[in-house]
């Protein structure tokens, strides 16, 4: 087999040093009771081509050639050709956790680098060196300002990422964390900030908004943070869309910001590996989860980066860790790292406005459900069968909303960005209108 | 006398931002096809940012050159093993990062309808199917992102069954040789933990544990072979013990990379485990991540599973949401998709006979290495070790050097190190897993690099307590890095 | 080395009680065993705290370690010095880096707290 480097002889020579006649004498100790007296059911090996054939067979079972304008949650953007240049070199592909600085600088300073993006992007002082993804980040972030404020409630905006809210619930039921969510004004389809006010009380820790919130809507953070801070809860704010981030505001009243970076050259996959990241105030360094990258000196007085308040983490302080997390998703956030520095200052900037741009002209022609300001997705009401007609001629369209809001089953959250070309949007309009 | 490196000269390089200069660009975008549209209108003009303060400025070329000069500090397995105990440092086959880019899969959007993502759901089945073969289980989910997530699963999973049986319990046994992740995930899903002192043989001591598992133990989390690389020859002892008194057998398959084809945790009375792609299943490090953390387990818990799960629906494969006893879900979407691919990619290329061979050759690794390196390095547990063995700084702290040491000393031999100070229950641990991917020239040099250090400790201990001598950075000082956190770059 | 009129917990803390107020640390040995100090976790001014109770720890690169409090009573002074100057521990354990002052709710000589000497020949056995 090709990955196994050892010829016959060699595994004969290394038997004898073993002192083992055989190889199955190796396992000669294990209880006759636990081993596996047959071969696996499983098919032969098979060889670099066929692999390659099985798998173009299962992508040829899939959408190919569709022009898609879904968006809620996972997005559609040009990823950079250095990107994968950069990921599959060797040296960051097959390289392992930053352990041993000595011999790890290259994937430290990236880090380095990244948390520092981040913090630029967000107007917060310190971030992490990524989580799971965007939906992991929001309990973890929920867990922080529960450890941060002594307080055990948690209050989630309905129009944040319905499954981010399904995982927060599983995370929260059995930590003693009361997670409670308030609407969205069926207008405007952003906070309702009424029924936030009604119920937030002094044992709230953390308020969770997401700013463009599902259906697209740019919420207020101010007002939140406001509301929030007042009662003494911190405010925590999810964004989804990376992109929005080079043309809006970044939440700098917020505690605590976690979001998804999956726009910044992050294949679509299926739904994974992404990265998330949460990044935070100064204040709150040491209830961060998850690994740090700090800056310091080697012996010769060389800046050089290493891992950092690791006594936060689980291999140190076990049961009372911030967290329970080991990976991060360093190759992932690596790609978002190189899409931050080619796009850089200008090009997040443009293309944002690019994104701008495509998703009001689609949204201009169409009849919106909501009135606020929307970045690249909205939502619209949809005639029966409209995605049908859609897919004949080779196109995705909006998710429709049935499945996680029921008040808004006859509605679809379309997404546009720099990749939707204007003749697919003229035919979605003409279908949704 | 090093012979496997020779120090070279590498490019320095500074932070990205401090190459960055106000107008360089690496980008070009089409020109826009429709109106451009004011952000100040269509946002309200208190939600426009001014600019992204910092952002990097930098040409194409710059970027390739920052990267690529960072890449060379890095050693990885490209270039030499990793004797990184219960990491599996295996070699990442490049026919993975072929396969998991194929359009069709890498643009798949999870939203997609069902019709239009059938090759997706089929290699996912395909992967439970076989995943569900290998460990003896009978349902297997892909959800959870990496091991500690697929810890938190499998003891939610837990939880729901012993719920519905009328009493969730309140603790979880531990092994006070375990990774830090399995008690920091019983603390995460509610319970209190309860350190389980290992036997003299550093397995599971089957009294202790029968005088530990009472009406409030819910579970006992055991890795097998434990983390000395030793098997748990009492493994279905333990599991009759708990199952006899109401409480779960977990199993963190952390090494798996000794058992597959060989014995199946599924036959030998584990109820429910986690498995990681990454460390088995040869999918990337990636410098700490991704990784995919799926959860096998037997048919008593299959209705608490993550939702959705997938399902035969005529000729099709589809999502079943309607699970009304299921935990719910740990992660939005699916699962880590694309190191599904490549973890399947990796079943089909070894096949079944092929996994059992790889299996076969990780052991003789580790058991070749043991033999060469027993006289230099104290063993404390004689008892047979698996896929990888650890040893003990004994002898060599007499002489005021300790397994960091050697371990940094190693560096300047061309390896990685191997795990240092871990498990706890070895005082000053050196825990080496080989994997099988490397062949006989690696590994003689790896103990030729071993024994060597020992001579060197004996002749001169402070030469190797300062070491390393031949990389970019010497050691760094990590106490101020702590002290002083500094975690992003600023301008001056 | 170790003051003569402190008194000593099995946990490697020391005591020093002036009337009702008890100043508390961490020992010379302690401090040895954790190497440099990174960072020190303690509780608020007016938080009770229990003898035999974790009330805050202390941080080293690579361990943490609780800090178990000797004494029962409520926190009135907390030295700020050490949130700058962890470092403070590794080098006057016995004085500058002392943790926290407690107003004493219960005797200072309870059960379980060794003389100078006692702890000295305790760490002696602990090697």
Redesign the interface.
Known sequence: MRYLPKSDSERRAMLDACGAATADELFSHLPETVRLNRPLNLAPGISEYEIVRYFRDRAAECANGYASFLGAGVYNHFRPVLVDTVVSRGEFLTSYTPYQAEISQGTLTTIFEFQTMICQLTGMDVANASMYDGSTAVPEAAMMAVRATGKGRVLVAKSVHPEYREVLATYAKYQGMPVAEFGYNAETGALDVEDLERQIDGLTAAVIIQTPNFFGIVESVKTAAEIAHRKGALLVVLFTEAVSLGILEPPADADIVAGELQSFAIPPSYGGPYAGIIATKEKLI?QVPGRLVGQTTDSRGNRAFCLTL??REQH??RE?ATSNICTNQALIALMATVYMTVYGKQGLRELAEQNLAKAHYLGSKLSRRFTGNYFNEFVVRAPEGANKTLLKKKIVGGLPLGRFYPELADCQLLCATEMSRRADMDTVAEVLA | MIKKVTPHISQNEALIFERSSPGKKAYQLPELDVPPVDPADALGACNVRREIEGFPEVSEVEAIRHFTRLSTWNYAIDYGMYPLGSCTMKYNPRINEVVARTEGLAWAHPYQPEALAQGCLGIMAALEAALAEITGMDAVTLQPAAGAHGELTGILLIRALLEKRGNARKKILIPDSAHGTNPATAAIAGYAVENIKSSDTGGVDLAALEQLVDKDVAALMVTNPNTLGVFENNIAAVSEILHRKGAMLYMDGANMNALVGIARPGDFGVDVMHLNLHKTFSTPHGGGGPGAGPVAVKKVLEPFLPTPRLKRSGKKWAFDYKRPRSIGRVKAYYGNFGVLVRALAYILAHGGPGLRNATVDAVLNAVYIRKALEPYFDLPYSSPNMHEVVFSDDRQSKLGVRTGDIAKRLIDYGFHPYTV?FPLIVHGALMIEPTETEGKLELDQFIDAMISIAKEIETDPEMVKNAPYSTRTSRVD??TA??KPVLRWKPA | MYPENFRYTKEHEWVHAQGDVATVGITDHAQSELG?I??VDLPKVGAKVEAGKSLGSV??????SDIYSPVSGEVTEINDTLATA??KLNTDPHGDAWLVKVKLSGPAEGTGLMTAAEYQAYIGAEK
């Open positions: 040491r690791a006594t140190i302080r009372k | 100070s990590e106490t702590a002290r | 440099d990174v960072y941080e080293s690169v690579k361990a943490v962890p470092e």
